[in-house]
C-alpha cells in the first residue's frame, strides 16, 4: 500500500459503490431510501442511486460531507427467475467444482499442479457418467427392462401397456423397448447440454475490461495454465516457475474472469460422455444376446460397434485431460471443431446402437436385471482411487509451502471432491430407488417379494450406509456442542469486563452475558468446519469402499446378505437398510418441494440463492454442467463501472463490500490497471476473505494473494466482529486491530468492533441493542469513520477531469456516450 500519510481532502468528486453480500439486497434497502434510480445495467445486475444524486458528478460541491453512494444489485443472478431452482439437480457438479480451486498454494512443482486439476476434470466426468447411468437404470432396467418384461408389473400400468412383452406387439422384443427408452436419458443429457450453452453465452461471454493483447511479462503468452501465481505454464519442468519472472496473483490476470474456451470444450466433451453411455447401455444388452445366437453379422456388429463406443470413451478422455485454463491473457480462441463434431459424432452413434437394439430378435426375452449394472460399483471404485489420488497431490503440493492456516492441511480440495461423489450417489441413487418403490408396489426392492428384481443391489448398500454414517457423525457433533457451552461460560466473566470497562455503571446481567457470550462461541464453530468436513470425507469413503465390497461378495441387499448370521447381525441390517431407504425416501421428497416452493416462491429462491453465492463464485473449471459463474458477470460489472468512473472524473472512490460482496470487490480491483487502483480504496466488512477463502483456497485468496492485494491497493480497511460466524480479521499489517503495520500505515484490520454496541440501557441506548453478528455493519459508528478515513488517504481528483472529461485515452467504452453519472442513454 502507499506510504503516503492521510492528508484531510474534500475536493472533487468521491463515489462509494457497495456491493452486497449473500441473499442479496435491494437498492432501496442498500441505500435506505424508498426511491432509487438505475443508472446503469439491466434486470439481472445494475448499479442504482438514489434520485437526488443521479447527476452528483455535475455539482460535486454539494457532497463535501460524504461520498456519493451508488449500489450494485447482483443477486439476481443467482436467484433471479425461477428456473434457479432447478439448479439444485446441478448440486455435486458446483460442489466438485469447488475442489479445482482448492489447490494448495505452492511454488513451483508445474507437473503435479497440472495432475491436480486432471483428476478434478476426470472426477467432475465420472459424476456426468454416473448421473447418466442412473438415468439408464430407470428408463432402461427398470421400466423399458423389468416392468415391461414383467406381467405382474406391466399389466398394472395402462401407459407401459403397449411395452409389455406379454402382448407380443412390435415393441415387445427388448432390444426395441430400450430403444425406445433411451430417449430419456439421450434428453436429459441433451438438456444439460442447452442449459450450459445457454449459461456460457451469457455469462462467460462476459469480457473483462482488459486488452487482449495486455501481458503482465514474458510468461503472459502461456496457456492453458493450471497453477496459481507464481508458477510455471504448462509443460514446464519443475522448478521453472522458481527461475521465471514473479507474474501478477491469479485473479489478477486478464483472463482469469474469461472461461468460455474451456467450458465450451468440457461441454462438448461431458455431452459426448453421456450419449455414449446411454449408447453403451442399449448396445451392451443387445451385443451380449447376439454373442450367444446363431447370427455371426448381428454378433460383429456388436463387436465393432462396442469398439467404437470405447474409442469414443478414450477421445473424450483425451479432451478433457489435454487441456486447462488459460488465464494470462483473455483467450477468444474456440476450438469450434472439437465442441460441434465431438457431440455430433457422439449423437450419430447413439442413433446407431438405436438401430442395432431395434434389430429384430425373435427369441430375446429379458429377465433379472439389464447386463451392464457393474458400471456403478466400478464408477464407484474410480471415483475413490481419483480421490486418493488427488489427495496425495495435494499433500505434495503443501509440503512444498506449508501453511498454517490453510484447510486440512491442503486436503480441502480432496475432501469435497469426495462429498460431491457421496451426494450424486445419493441423489442418483435414491431417485432409482424410489421409482423401484413405484414400480414394485407394496414389496420391499431386493428382497425378492414383487414382481420386479429393482435397482441394483449396490443402491441398497449404499442406502444402508447412510444411517451408520448418520450415527457416526453423532460423536464430533456433541463434542462440538458441548465445547461451545464451555467456551461460553469461559468467555462471560470476559465479556463483563470488557463492557464494563467501557460503560459507567454497568450491571451484570447474567441472561445478557450468556448470550452475548454465546454468540461469540457459536460464531467460533466456523473455525472447526475444515476437520468435520474431513471426518465427514473420510467417513464417507470408508463406508463407500465397504458397501461396494459388500455388494460384490454377497450379490444381495444387506437384509437378504445377513440372513443365517447372528440375530444382532440380521437385525442390525434390516435396520440399516429400511431406515436407509427411508431417508433416501424423505431426501428425495423434500429435494423435490423445495425445488417446487423455490420455483414458485421467489423468498425461497433466495434461500437457495445463498447457496449459489458461496458456490459459484468460482469459474467452471472442472465441470461444464454445473451453475455458472455469477462472478464473470459482477467482477467485469464492478470493474469496469470503476474504471470508467476515475477515467472520466478523475475523483476518488472507494468500494464497499459486504461478505460476498467483499470478495467480489477484491477480485474486481484485481482487475483494475495500476493507474486506477490508486484513485480506489477498499472497505470490506463482515468479509470471509481470509476466514474462509484464504483457508479453502490458499492459491487465490492465501496469505500471499492478500498481501500483494493489500500493496496493489492504495488503501484498505476491514471491520470485522469476534461475534460474527462469516466474517473475520485478513491478518494483514499486524494482528490487532487499530495499530499501524511497519510501514507507518493503519494495520488493514479494524476490529473486532463492539457487539452488541451497548450492554445495557444507556442515554446513548435506551433499549436493549441488539447482537449484530454478521449483519448491519454500517449501524457501528466505525464505519462511517474508516469511510471518511479512507477517502482521505485518496489522491485527490485531477483538474483536467473533475468537469467529466475523459484525459486517458483509452477511456473504456463503457463511458462513451454517457452521462457524468456514467448513465446508459436508454
Avoid at 170 to 199: D, E, K
Avoid at 461 to 480: D, E, G, H, K, T
Amino acid at each position: 500500500m502507499s506510504p503516503e500519510p492521510p492528508v484531510r481532502r474534500s475536493d472533487g468528486a468521491a463515489l462509494e459503490l457497495l456491493v452486497h453480500g449473500v441473499g442479496g439486497a435491494t437498492p432501496q434497502e442498500m441505500l435506505a431510501d424508498p426511491y432509487t434510480v438505475r443508472i446503469t445495467g439491466d434486470e439481472t445486475a445494475a448499479i442504482y442511486r438514489r434520485p437526488a444524486d443521479e447527476e452528483a458528478e455535475a455539482h460535486p460541491e454539494r457532497y463535501e460531507d460524504g461520498p456519493v453512494a451508488e449500489a450494485y444489485c447482483w443477486s439476481n443472478l443467482t436467484s433471479g427467475n425461477g428456473t434457479r431452482a432447478l439448479w439444485l439437480l446441478l448440486l455435486p457438479f458446483m460442489v466438485v467444482n469447488l475442489a479445482h480451486w482448492m489447490r494448495p498454494a505452492t511454488n513451483g512443482l508445474a507437473r503435479t499442479q497440472r495432475l491436480y486439476g486432471v483428476l478434478v476434470r476426470l472426477l467432475a466426468l465420472t459424476l456426468t457418467v454416473l448421473l447418466t447411468a442412473a438415468a439408464c437404470e430407470v428408463a432402461l432396467d427398470l421400466v423399458a427392462w423389468q416392468c415391461a418384461g414383467s406381467a405382474g408389473c406391466s399389466d398394472e400400468r395402462a401407459w407401459l401397456g403397449f411395452l409389455s412383452a406379454a402382448r407380443d406387439g412390435w415393441w415387445a422384443q427388448p432390444g426395441r423397448r430400450l430403444a425406445l427408452a433411451a430417449l430419456v436419458p439421450a434428453a436429459l443429457v441433451g438438456l444439460l447440454w442447452y442449459l450450459s450453452n445457454r449459461t456460457w453465452s451469457a455469462y462467460e461471454a462476459q469480457r473483462p475490461p482488459t486488452d487482449l493483447t495486455e501481458a503482465t511479462d514474458a510468461t503472459d503468452a502461456a496457456d492453458a495454465n493450471e497453477g496459481p501465481a507464481g508458477t510455471a505454464p504448462d509443460g514446464a519442468p519443475d522448478g521453472a516457475a522458481d527461475r521465471a519472472p514473479s507474474v501478477r496473483p491469479a485473479l489478477a490476470r486478464p483472463g482469469f474472469w474469461y472461461g468460455r474456451r474451456l467450458v465450451a470444450r468440457l461441454r462438448a466433451a461431458h455431452a459426448a460422455a453421456g450419449f455414449l453411455t446411454v449408447a453403451g447401455a442399449v448396445t451392451g444388452a443387445a451385443a451380449r444376446y447376439d454373442r450367444g445366437a446363431p447370427s455371426a453379422v448381428r454378433e460383429s456388429v456388436g463387436w465393432l460397434l462396442q469398439a467404437t463406443l470405447v474409442a469414443g470413451g478414450l477421445v473424450v478422455l483425451w479432451v478433457v485431460c489435454s487441456r486447462g485454463r488459460s488465464e494470462r491473457r483473455r483467450d477468444g480462441t474456440l476450438d469450434k471443431a472439437l465442441i460441434s463434431r465431438l457431440p455430433a459424432v457422439s449423437l450419430v452413434l447413439l442413433g446407431i446402437a438405436v438401430v442395432y437394439a431395434a434389430w429384430s430378435r425373435p427369441g430375446w426375452t429379458s429377465s433379472g436385471t439389464l447386463p451392464g449394472s457393474v458400471v456403478f460399483p466400478v464408477l464407484i471404485l474410480a471415483q475413490g482411487a481419483l480421490v486418493v489420488a488427488l489427495a496425495v497431490a495435494a499433500l505434495v503440493l503443501h509440503r512444498r509451502a506449508p501453511h498454517a492456516r490453510i484447510a486440512l492441511y491442503g486436503l480441502g480440495g480432496p475432501a469435497v471432491a469426495m462429498l460431491a461423489c457421496a451426494l450424486a450417489g445419493v441423489m442418483t441413487g435414491g431417485v432409482a430407488q424410489r421409482v423401484g418403490d413405484w414400480l414394485d408396489g407394496s414389496a420391499t426392492p431386493g428382497m425378492g417379494e414383487g414382481s420386479i428384481p429393482g435397482p441394483p443391489v449396490l443402491l441398497s448398500w449404499q442406502a444402508a450406509v447412510i444411517p451408520v454414517l448418520l450415527v457416526l457423525l453423532l460423536v464430533p457433533l456433541v463434542f462440538l456442542v458441548v465445547r461451545t457451552v464451555r467456551t461460553a461460560r469461559r468467555l462471560a466473566p470476559l465479556v463483563e469486563a470488557e463492557y464494563g470497562s467501557r460503560e459507567e455503571n454497568v450491571t451484570p446481567d447474567s441472561i445478557r452475558t450468556r448470550r452475548i457470550a454465546g454468540a461469540r462461541a457459536r460464531a467460533e464453530l466456523t473455525d472447526t468446519a475444515p476437520w468435520l468436513v474431513g471426518l465427514l470425507s473420510g467417513a464417507t469413503l470408508l463406508l463407500g469402499v465397504g458397501a461396494v465390497l459388500g455388494a460384490w461378495l454377497s450379490g444381495d441387499v444387506p437384509g437378504r446378505a445377513a440372513e443365517g448370521e447372528p440375530a444382532l447381525i440380521q437385525s442390525a441390517a434390516d435396520t440399516a437398510q429400511a431406515v436407509g431407504s427411508w431417508l433416501i425416501g424423505l431426501g428425495f421428497i423434500l429435494f423435490v418441494t423445495w425445488g417446487r416452493r423455490a420455483y414458485r416462491d421467489p423468498s425461497a429462491r433466495r434461500t437457495i440463492g445463498i447457496l449459489w453465492d458461496v458456490g459459484t463464485f468460482w469459474p467452471r473449471a472442472s465441470h461444464p454442467f454445473a451453475p455458472p459463474c455469477y462472478a464473470e458477470r459482477a467482477v467485469p460489472d464492478l470493474t469496469w463501472r470503476m474504471a470508467s468512473w476515475t477515467a472520466r472524473t478523475g475523483g476518488r472512490l472507494v468500494i464497499s463490500g459486504h461478505s460476498q460482496g467483499s470478495v467480489l470487490a477484491a477480485a474486481a480491483v484485481w482487475q483494475l490497471r495500476e493507474g486506477t487502483r490508486r484513485q480506489v480504496a477498499l472497505l470490506t466488512y463482515g468479509s470471509p476473505l481470509e476466514r474462509l477463502y484464504g483457508r479453502w483456497f490458499p492459491a487465490y485468496f492465501g496469505a500471499a494473494p492478500l498481501g500483494d492485494l493489500g500493496r496493489e491497493v492504495h488503501c484498505w480497511r476491514n471491520l470485522w466482529r469476534s461475534t460474527d460466524p462469516i466474517g473475520g480479521p485478513v491478518r494483514l499489517g499486524g494482528e490487532g486491530g487499530d495499530g499501524a503495520d511497519d510501514g507507518g500505515e493503519p494495520a488493514v484490520d479494524h476490529g473486532p468492533l463492539k457487539d452488541p454496541l451497548a450492554y445495557g440501557r444507556t442515554e446513548r441506548h435506551p433499549l436493549p441493542e441488539p447482537i449484530l453478528g454478521h449483519s448491519a455493519y454500517q449501524a457501528d459508528p466505525a464505519f462511517a469513520s474508516e469511510r471518511a478515513a479512507l477517502l482521505d488517504r485518496l489522491p485527490p481528483a485531477l483538474p483536467g477531469q473533475r468537469g467529466g472529461t475523459a484525459t486517458d485515452p483509452r477511456s473504456l467504452e463503457s463511458g462513451r456516450g454517457q452521462g457524468s453519472s456514467g448513465r446508459s442513454s436508454s
